[in-house]
């Protein structure tokens, strides 16, 4: 008996540790350098240990697909998800060898010099003098195109001419279609420009005034100062370039509720989108914990939801940010996120919330929800399609992160609910119709972000435009093929507050991943990048957008056959944050780990 026992100890033994060399035979494990997986952590188990270590207790762990140097073990779909992460290495475990890296892409150079790069140009090698002291623009009469030349004139000649050249460029042709045009979504933006190479005109040549701030934004960048001559030259000349957006709608959003942001710091910000060719503001007012904005019709909301009585906007505080705006190309549009995100409008309306204690979502079971929400909206729109305050045909009623708890655990709202025979979802629905409601009345075109589709799906009005932001999420892929319009703005990419986001890894986002052409080009009409105001204020505003921006900027104008890897724009990226530098714009290096740090180093602006 005893040596049966042995025997079968043994064969037991020699079994497992066969097993364990076969698991071990087929385990291969892929390097991926300056890459990591950032949502699909399953804990920091592996911190301080070797990759040695770490390999031997990743394969003990049930799920795990691989590690990275910071320590954390990876789900098993990691490779699903790589992202570019310049202070870590990934390492996943495979079956197979790893294959030879590819070789080494070409060099990228600055050229052509123009950020985002135009739709089509084409160029010579002639190098063509510039004559600053008698440089004009020609034009129709329009008072915001000679504003714009008057910009244009300070931004291109910042330095003095030393001596007049004997052959130059000294004057701009600009003919514009129609200069009446609305700013208002998918607006003509295109433009043709000319520039010879013998000295005579330049010539522009658009359907807009819009299209026309694109060309001399453009022109401005290729006019470039020679410090050793003292004087100005075009390189390339000619210059052929036939330009327009591959998308309508390029947005910031920015956070006025969080943090306080003053009128000048809005301004100063929004002159700098025409730089990268962003035509959007996304105007996120208000939020639970701020309400800035002083409502002619319900002045509380203002007087006991700002921060502080001086961190208030004014109507024509609103009015001069959106002309300011306008006159630069750039549309405004307003965000009121309900029901959620609403908790600081109680204190000056108790009336809308549930009750004292549980302020949000806003109260469903009372008509003075709704007749508040009304006269806001009034307040904002004008009441019509295309005027008012905010006269933009589109409003973002928001619609997202509702914990209807409030809702059912609200003895007043629960029994409302009841009479209704409401479920909580379908009380959430019943809110976001209404208010939809609202919005169409005043012609507004309505945004919600994206968990109105999650929820409600093709039920929802079919001009709603969903906003798509949740990583990982195939919201957008679903709406679009389902005939709703899109904005792409996946927070795992575009939203800014994530330091650790890089620039490359902005730039290498498509909105149209996974869907046709013909569903692409109808549907996804744009996104953008998202300023939420947790931990930005005036004093770190522009460095925590800029330059990261700029990659958005070039992904949402040029055409996606031209901008297919980051690695062939790192030049031209480079020289446009030394652009953006040198015109006053607080832009961060352009290859920060995390961004919005300050230099690592003394060094040129490339870097």
């Known amino acids: 008996m005893k040596l049966l026992v042995l025997f079968v100890f043994v064969s037991v033994f020699v079994s497992e540790t066969t097993a364990q060399q076969n698991l071990e035979e087929d385990v291969y494990w892929w390097r991926y350098n300056g890459t990591d997986c950032p949502y699909d952590d399953i804990s920091q188990g592996c911190k301080g240990l070797s990759v040695e270590e770490c390999e031997k207790l990743c394969l003990k762990t049930s799920g795990c697909g691989g590690f990275n140097t910071h320590g954390w073990i990876k789900k098993s779909d990691c490779g699903d998800n790589l992202a570019t992460q310049l202070s870590v290495d990934l390492y996943l475990l495979k079956s197979t060898p790893q294959p030879p890296p590819p070789p080494p892409p070409p060099p990228s150079v600055n050229w052509p010099p123009v950020w ?234 108790p009336e809308i919330c549930p009750s004292p204690t549980c302020t949000m979502p806003l109260n469903p079971a009372t008509e003075d929800t709704f007749n508040l929400l009304s006269g806001l909206f009034k307040d904002l729109t004008g009441g019509a399609r295309g005027q008012g305050l905010f006269y933009d045909n589109m409003m973002h009623l928001g619609g997202d992160e509702v914990n209807t708890k409030c809702w059912t655990e609200t003895p007043s709202v629960a029994k409302w609910m009841q009479e209704h025979n409401f479920t909580a979802d379908q009380t959430y629905e019943y809110f976001v119709n209404r208010t939809q409601a609202i919005a169409h009345s005043y012609g507004r075109d309505v945004i919600g972000w994206e968990e109105i589709w999650d929820h409600f799906g093709t039920t929802l009005d079919k001009s709603t435009i969903i906003h798509q932001w949740l990583s990982g999420s195939k919201a957008a892929q679903e709406a679009a093929n389902a005939g709703y319009r899109v904005l792409y703005s996946s927070s795992d990419t575009w939203y800014f507050p994530h330091l650790g986001v890089t620039w490359q890894d902005m730039y290498n986002t498509d909105p149209c991943k996974n869907l046709t052409d013909a569903v692409c080009k109808s549907n996804i009409i744009g996104g953008g990048g998202e300023m939420w105001g947790e931990t930005v204020d005036t004093s770190d505003l522009q460095q925590t957008i800029w330059p990261r921006l700029a990659a958005i900027g070039e992904r949402l104008w040029s055409p996606k056959n031209g901008t297919l890897e980051a690695y062939a724009a790192q030049s031209r990226f480079d020289n446009f944050r030394c652009l953006l530098n040198k015109r006053g714009v607080i832009a961060a290096p352009s290859n920060n780990a995390q961004a919005r740090s300050s230099p690592p180093q003394p060094g040129a602006c490339l870097q």
């Open 116 to 349: 985002p790069l135009p739709k089509q140009h084409s160029n010579g090698t002639t190098t063509i003098a510039v004559d600053a002291n008698t440089f004009n623009f020609n034009g129709p009469t329009s008072k915001d195109l000679s504003n714009a030349f008057a910009r244009y004139m300070s931004l291109i000649f910042a330095h003095k001419q030393k001596s007049k050249p004997s052959i130059a460029i000294s004057s701009v042709e600009v003919s514009v279609s129609n200069l009446t045009t609305p700013l208002q979504w998918g607006v003509s933006e295109e433009y043709t420009l000319n520039i010879p190479s013998d000295g005579s005109p330049i010539t522009i040549s658009a359907d807009t005034v819009y299209g026309a701030y694109h060309a001399l934004e453009t022109l401005s960048q290729l006019i470039t100062f020679d410090f050793d001559t003292q004087g100005y030259f075009i390189p390339g000349a000619p210059w052929k370039i036939d330009d327009a957006p591959r998308f309508s709608h390029r947005e910031v959003l920015i956070d006025s509720s969080r943090h306080f942001l003053p009128v000048q710091v809005v301004q100063d910000l929004i002159s700098t989108f025409p730089y990268s060719k962003i035509n959007t503001v996304h105007w996120h007012l208000v939020d639970e914990q701020s309400f800035p904005f002083m409502s002619p019709t319900y002045p509380k909301l203002a007087k006991y939801g700002a921060w502080t009585s001086g961190e208030r906007y004014t109507v024509n505080d609103v009015a001069d940010v959106i002309e300011y705006a306008r006159q630069r190309g750039v549309r405004v549009y307003v965000e009121i996120d309900t029901p959620g995100h609403a908790g600081c409008w109680c204190n000056g309306h």
